[in-house]
């Protein structure tokens, strides 16, 4: 079992920066692929990022390619989400989820453990 908890959402203006956070607590985090993924109201959860169990191979959706930075720290257990350049249209409750491989997946039905999530809005 993995515990997933978000942090670091907020209210940012249009072009500015959040840094999400999600601790890991359970079994070995460093095992565990990770990702990234967002939900708007009224729409399907989304791809964000996601990266491997050894932070080596790394995947963005499209939309945040370029201004999304995923990492991870597996002495800390903290998976973490760099938002630059941030936009109106990423408004959304952001997730972080854990996948029982070690390599990674854009598909949501493909992770094991979800967290709670945390509300990111941008404003224009």
């Known amino acids: 079992q993995v515990q997933l908890v978000e ?7 249009a072009g500015g920066s959040l840094r999400l956070s999600c601790a890991a607590s359970g079994r070995t ?3 565990y692929a990770m990702g990234w993924f967002r939900q708007a109201p009224g729409k399907e959860r989304e791809f964000v990022a996601a990266i491997s169990w050894s ?3 790394t ?10 930075t995923i990492s991870r720290d597996n002495v800390k257990n903290t998976l973490y989400l760099q938002m630059n350049s941030l936009k109106p249209e990423d408004t959304a409750v952001y997730y972080c989820a854990a996948r029982g491989l070690r390599w990674s997946s854009v598909r949501p039905d ?5 967290g709670r ?4 809005t941008v404003s224009s």
């Open 117 to 120: 999530g945390t509300q990111v």
């Open 29 to 31: 985090f460093s095992t």
């Open 110 to 114: 493909e992770y094991d453990y979800w």
């Open 7 to 13: 942090s670091g959402g907020g209210l940012v203006q």
């Open 55 to 57: 932070d080596d191979n």
């Open 59 to 68: 995947y963005y959706a499209d939309s945040v390619k370029g201004r999304f």
